[in-house]
T-cell receptor, first 119, second 121 residues
């Protein structure tokens, strides 16, 4: 079954400290992985993606994520957290049509992790 | 950059009425749009894939007659919640993928609308 898991409902970190938001996945074929961020009462904004190539992907707002094939993980990281980073973070994985009997690629999302950065 | 507009952003309706939510891609064409529902505990659930010029593809467990989707043009998809009930109250988010982009299938980034909060009294 195609799935993506975010094991932490909430991550708390002090401003200036490094942060990690965890994501693991299970998909057929090569994984296409994405991170999105959601601010209150807003839609999702794209942060970064891994399709192929370098396992360390750099994205918006100083975020990066490391693709680890052996651990089937795609953890989101930032060296120094800001209070303004506080938001809801979603990991997502592409699911191919052949894997679910549909006609187009689609994204399935993890349950989200609330990041709270304390001043 | 790509922008997706959703309207209305908030709507309150009485139980039994129908509500239509529009999703427009403002500066690009989208053969495919997606409708998600976000529950209070934040989980984002894909409801259906909206296909321009053809029927929507619904996820398992989503009632087709309840949530009518019409993808009338390459820039507009609508979700109509028919005979709404309080349990339909939720945050509905659409997203769109630009048509005709190069790259591996499914690798292109989705652009999301700001969401529509539906409250059914």
């Amino acid at each position: 079954a195609q799935s993506v898991a975010q094991p932490e409902d909430q991550v708390n970190v002090a401003e200036g400290n490094p942060l990690t938001v965890k994501c693991t996945y299970s998909v057929s074929g090569n994984p296409y992985l994405f991170w999105y961020v959601q601010y209150p009462n807003r839609g999702l904004q794209f942060l970064l993606k891994y399709i192929t190539g370098d396992n360390l992907v750099k994205g918006s707002y100083g975020f990066e994520a490391e693709f680890n094939k052996s651990q089937t993980s795609f953890h989101l990281k930032k060296p120094s957290a800001l209070v303004s980073d506080s938001a809801l973070y979603f990991c997502a994985v592409r699911v191919r049509p052949r894997d679910y009997g549909g006609a187009t690629n689609k994204l399935i999302f993890g349950t989200g992790t609330l990041l709270a950065v304390q001043p | 950059g790509a922008v997706v507009s959703q309207h209305p952003s908030r709507v309150i309706c009485k139980s039994g009425t129908s509500v239509k939510i529009e999703c427009r891609s403002l500066d690009f064409q989208a053969t495919t749009m997606f409708w998600y529902r976000q529950f209070p505990k934040k989980s984002l659930m894909l409801m259906a894939t909206s296909n321009e010029g053809s029927k929507a593809t619904y996820e398992q467990g989503v009632e087709k007659d309840k949530f009518l989707i019409n993808h009338a043009s390459l820039t507009l998809s609508t979700l109509t919640v028919t005979s709404a009930h309080p349990e339909d109250s939720s945050f509905y988010i659409c997203s769109a993928r630009p048509s005709g982009l190069a790259g591996p299938p499914g690798a292109n980034v989705l652009t999301f609308g700001a969401g529509s909060r539906l409250t059914v009294l």
